[in-house]
């Protein structure tokens, strides 16, 4: 087993009990780590991240488990953070179904059950410096490849994400020398990162305009999808900026334009139209080398397992 050198990796330790946060520091210490900063509040971990992004992040979800895992989900977005994949460990002290939940849908590498000695810290560590998973994107999630089924079929692509620990720890180059590095490796990353998710987020927004179309317009689903395409039609327009995709944030207009129909509640049915030709012609953009039936047949394919799911069972006689 080759040895690992962590004096130059920089970790930063969120817990809100300074005892547990002394208690991880010293483990981090006895482990080799020399560069530790330790916060006490989400919203101090948050400025650590986007001031200087840590190689590695242990942080505690006890007590407040919904607000770090969305500050994590965020995270892996890159929407606003220099390197969004960076190692995440989260400790917790009960470890309950809905938290396990919560944690590996948030994009985390890892939940560790407290309390831990120093040598089973070690050992996940190490593992994730030599057998970090690949990370996958979907509409929703950004983070490891936890499938476990391989022989399912899935649409989404598998890419390694940069390692930066690895590069301190096991690779042995200098913090500028891994700077360098890393500097290329997150380029060809958040392109990855960036197509991957406007391309999925563009396919949603047809699947969306296929439900709501469905819907009676006074219904609360209708309203709660109407301001979920919105939101995601936004998010889309922001990430577009400053990438090859520019001209796919004026289309975005188009569909905005037909969101605000359907509020007001002007010509349902011109709306309607509107926000499926916009839709659909902002997925062709972003998706080009599909035809637009094969657009529609996997858009189609898509409403159909949505609705299937909502469907409840049938009652047994």
């Not at 220099?82 to 396990?100: C, D, G, K, M, R």
């Amino acid at each position: 087993m080759s040895r690992l050198s962590f004096d130059t990796a920089e970790v930063l330790v969120y817990d809100p009990v300074s005892g547990n946060r002394n208690a991880t520091r010293a483990a981090l210490y006895t482990i080799g780590f020399r560069r530790i900063e330790t916060v006490a509040t989400i919203e101090a971990f948050v400025e650590s991240v986007r001031r200087r992004p840590p190689d590695l992040a242990v942080c505690e979800a006890q007590g407040n488990d919904i607000e770090l895992c969305k500050t994590i989900q965020n995270l892996r977005q890159g929407v606003s953070v220099y390197n969004p994949f960076i190692i995440v460990i989260v400790t917790a002290w009960e470890q309950t179904s809905t938290l396990v939940a919560r944690v590996l849908n948030c994009g985390a590498d890892d939940l560790l059950l407290r309390p831990f000695s120093t040598t089973t810290l070690s050992q996940r560590i190490r593992n994730h410096v030599e057998r970090r998973k690949s990370f996958v994107i979907t509409t929703d999630y950004v983070g490891p490849d936890r499938r476990h089924d391989n022989s399912r079929p899935n649409s989404a692509n598998l890419f390694e994400p940069p390692n930066s620990l690895r590069m301190k720890a096991q690779d042995r180059l200098t913090s500028e020398e891994a700077t360098q590095r890393l500097d290329r490796e997150l380029k060809q990353a958040r392109d990855v990162l960036t197509t991957e998710k406007l391309r999925r987020d563009a396919f949603q927004l047809c699947v969306l305009w296929r439900l709501l179309q469905s819907k009676a317009s006074a219904s609360g689903t209708f309203e709660v999808d109407l301001a979920k395409l919105k939101e995601k039609t936004r998010a889309i327009a922001r990430r577009c900026l400053d990438t090859e995709f520019e001209d796919a944030a004026s289309q975005c207009q188009s569909v905005l334009a037909a969101i605000e129909g359907l509020e007001a509640g002007v010509d349902r049915n011109a709306s309607m139209h509107l926000l499926g030709e916009s839709a659909l012609a902002l997925n062709e953009m972003l998706s080009p080398e599909k035809t637009r039936a094969e657009h529609m047949d996997a858009v189609e394919a898509s409403v159909a397992l949505v609705k299937a799911r909502m469907t409840p069972p049938a009652a047994v006689a």
